[in-house]
């Protein structure tokens, strides 16, 4: 049987209309969706720009809040020792061997003397980490504050930092080159105390070293004036900055009273501009270049006494 009915089936007509009305939609959608990302990607981005743009701002105006500061008291990044405080070196601390003696029976480690054409100048560069400055110092201690307390020879330190990276990354080497510093400069009475000690006993290599904290204890320990100064200046880091330029400085050289010395090594000890290259645990070597370092500034200064001319006779 027939029927009149037309079956319900879409045109082509219609069928692609509605495929491109719903294309329409999805492009648009997507379109919605790619201008949202990009306007939050915007502000994200703005955030960020002006996150890193605060933190720059806030670095720098704490940088020019806190000016460098240079310690005081000192001579081409040293300190002079004029004040040898009697506990700064017993005969506990040190162990120094005993010079030999000669067949007069009196001690073979010569003296430098004083002399009115010249001086005899000592530069110690030291790092409290080196144990070759610590070894030095146990061994030589007692003759330098023997020739300080004399008059026989001035002794300078020069606290430098070449072993910053060898101490667990706490830079021990820098933080107590700038404890010195601190040290000698708001209680220099105490400097030689201070010095002594940390070279007296020191952390090893490749350790954490002593925190600002233990720094600063040792300070008072040693009968600092200005305590809560010392104790502000170390835990504050005020002169680590110094610490580290004064250490370029000694590398870049002359090293102070010489022509062309730069620093090489710590310790690096220089007597009116000349190396001292002997042991370092043998006080007689070392005072014997000494003498020997004076002996040379002081020939070389001697005037020599003229010769009167003879007076010319007259002939009768």
């Known amino acids: 049987m027939s029927s009149d009915e037309t079956p319900n089936v879409p045109s082509p007509r219609n069928s692609r209309e509605a495929v491109r009305e719903k294309a329409q939609k999805v492009h648009a959608q997507q ?26 701002t806030l670095a720098v105006t704490a940088q020019v ?6 310690p005081g008291g000192m001579d081409h990044d040293g300190i002079l020792v004029s004040d040898i405080s009697a506990a700064a070196v017993s005969d506990e601390a040190i162990a120094t061997p005993s010079p030999d003696e000669t067949e007069a029976g009196g001690e073979s480690t010569p003296t430098p003397e004083p002399t ?9 560069y030291v790092d409290y980490l080196s144990p070759d400055a610590g070894e030095f110092e146990r061994a030589n201690a007692r003759q330098l504050v023997n020739w300080i307390s004399e008059g026989a020879a001035t002794v300078t330190y020069h606290p430098v930092a070449l072993l910053t990276a060898s101490s ?26 201070f010095n002594h ?3 007296d006993d020191q952390p090893e290599v490749n350790t954490d070293g002593f925190s600002d904290e233990q720094l600063a204890d040792i300070a008072g320990a040693v009968g600092s004036d200005n305590v809560k100064s010392v104790r502000s200046c170390i835990e504050d880091q005020d ?17 102070v009273g010489s022509d062309d010395l730069v620093l090489t090594a710590a310790p690096m000890i220089v ?38 001319a003879p007076s010319p006779s007259t002939t009768p």
């Open 168 to 193: 667990n990354g706490t830079k021990y080497s820098l933080r107590s080159a700038a404890a010195a510093a601190c040290v000698a400069t708001h209680s220099p009475e105490q400097f030689y105390a």
């Open 239 to 255: 002169y680590v900055t110094w610490a580290k330029d004064a250490t370029s400085r000694a590398l870049e050289g002359p090293l």
């Open 31 to 56: 379109s919605r969706a790619r201008l949202m990302r990009r306007i939050i990607l915007g502000v994200v981005a703005v955030v960020a720009v002006g996150a890193i743009g605060t933190a720059i």
């Open 116 to 124: 009115t054409s010249s001086t005899v100048d000592i530069h110690i």
């Open 197 to 199: 000690d940390l070279l």
């Open 271 to 308: 007597v009116n501009g000349e190396a001292y290259v002997g042991a370092l645990d043998d006080p007689s070597e070392f005072s014997q270049f000494v003498l020997t370092v004076a002996s040379d500034a002081y020939y070389a200064t001697e005037s020599p006494t003229p010769t009167p």
């Open 65 to 70: 809040s806190k000016p460098q500061l240079t």
